[in-house]
């Protein structure tokens, strides 16, 4: 299980990133799709560390919502 980021990006698209996977970012027309290319894109990092024997990153992040 793996937390990750959401949120609008350019041209309408929206971005998201799996912040305990460093580098492993993705994006979609809608959240929906947005969501399921993430889960593409973290499964296939994980493959490619175990493919060259390198430790998977455990998750670590943590979110907090603040008031500014």
Known sequence: MRQVLLYPGEDN???VECPSLPGCVS?????E???AN???????YIEALEED???V????FEAMLIAV
Not at 57 to 60: F, L, N, Q
């Open 27 to 31: 994006q979609g027309e809608t959240r």
């Open 57 to 60: 990153p455990e998750e670590r």
């Open 38 to 44: 993430i889960r593409e894109a973290i499964d296939l």
């Open 13 to 15: 698209y929206w971005v």
């Open 53 to 55: 024997r390198l430790p």
């Open 33 to 35: 799709e947005a969501l």
